[in-house]
């Protein structure tokens, strides 16, 4: 529906569970706005998803927010004041073309749509950002990440091959590959990356960390203790890179406005039937909370 865009509450509860506050930014605003908010937060995710199936004008804005944000958070990471992104899913479709002068990475024939699958480590992933940890329970659980059965979902039709992220120079270079995945016909796909840059906290998952411990209504969603321990590893060292951002709001009031829970969620909305609760904007969207 054209100007209507939705947040998943699981991507809000996933920075709630390691003490994050989260803000929306909507694509819909003004680019002064989303500038506005930008300067007031200290991460940012890129979510899962789809935009624009029936309006190409929405999937235009969407990606011209996008591209801003992440010249934005790229500049200011390279200045010094490092500002994570983590882009699930589109999300790290979207890191991806913002680093290569090809027209189109992505394979768009993947048979990966509620796939559970495991992860296939590189040597990249003892020292990774996300996921990394040589002993202890960060390890130990890389390990069951990588066994069966699964406890990562993954849910599209459409990735970067790793044959085609290899010969791309420039994904190549900007990016470190921490893990792979194959489809159910066995085509092989990057499934988590880093920036190669240890200046710019960039990573993106194909995998969706959120569903596990948040979402109900996709059966194959793992809800395991190990699963769960997943969506929990993936928070805390988010959070714990957005921390190291200079960004902050002037005031706790300030905070208090910009804050997501204004807008109370919507729960089994046919809006998006695979998710159990979203926030919506736009002309469905509900009452907001004012402050005097």
């Known amino acids: 529906m054209p100007g209507v865009s939705y947040i998943a509450s699981s991507y809000v509860k996933l920075v709630e569970m390691a003490g994050a506050r989260a803000v929306p ?44 944000l992440f010249t934005l958070a790229l500049r200011d990471s390279l200045a010094g004041d490092p500002f994570p992104i983590h882009g699930v899913c589109m999300g790290l479709h979207m890191l991806m073309r913002y680093t290569t002068d090809a027209a189109d990475v992505l394979y768009h024939g993947l048979d990966a749509k509620e796939h559970l699958t495991r992860l296939n480590f590189t040597s990249a992933a003892q020292k990774s950002r996300l996921l990394g940890g040589a002993s202890g329970r960060a390890a130990r659980l890389r390990a069951r990440m990588a066994k069966d059965p699964p406890i990562t979902i993954e849910n599209h039709v459409s990735g970067v091959l790793l044959d085609t992220f290899l010969s791309d120079s420039n994904l190549s270079i900007a990016w470190t590959i921490v893990s792979t995945s194959r489809d159910r016909k066995k085509l092989e796909y990057i499934s988590t990356v880093e920036a190669t ?36 590893l993936v928070a805390n060292r988010f959070v714990e890179s957005a921390r190291r951002s200079f960004h902050r709001p002037p005031t706790e009031l300030d905070a208090r406005k910009l804050n997501i829970w204004n807008t109370p969620p919507v729960y089994m909305s046919d809006l998006i039937r695979e998710l159990d609760l979203i926030f919506v904007y736009g002309p469905r969207n509900g009452s907001r909370i004012t402050y005097g």
């Open 25 to 68: 930014i909507i694509y819909t605003d003004t680019d002064e706005e989303i500038i506005r908010r930008y300067e007031m937060v200290n991460g940012l995710i890129f979510p899962g998803g789809a935009v624009g199936k029936h309006d190409a004008s929405s999937w235009d804005k969407f990606e011209h927010v996008a591209h801003m």
């Open 197 to 232: 840059d240890l200046r710019v906290p960039f990573s993106g998952t194909q995998w969706h960390p959120e569903k596990n411990a948040f979402e109900w209504k996709m059966a194959a969603i793992p809800h395991s203790v190990p699963a769960v321990m997943v969506t929990q």
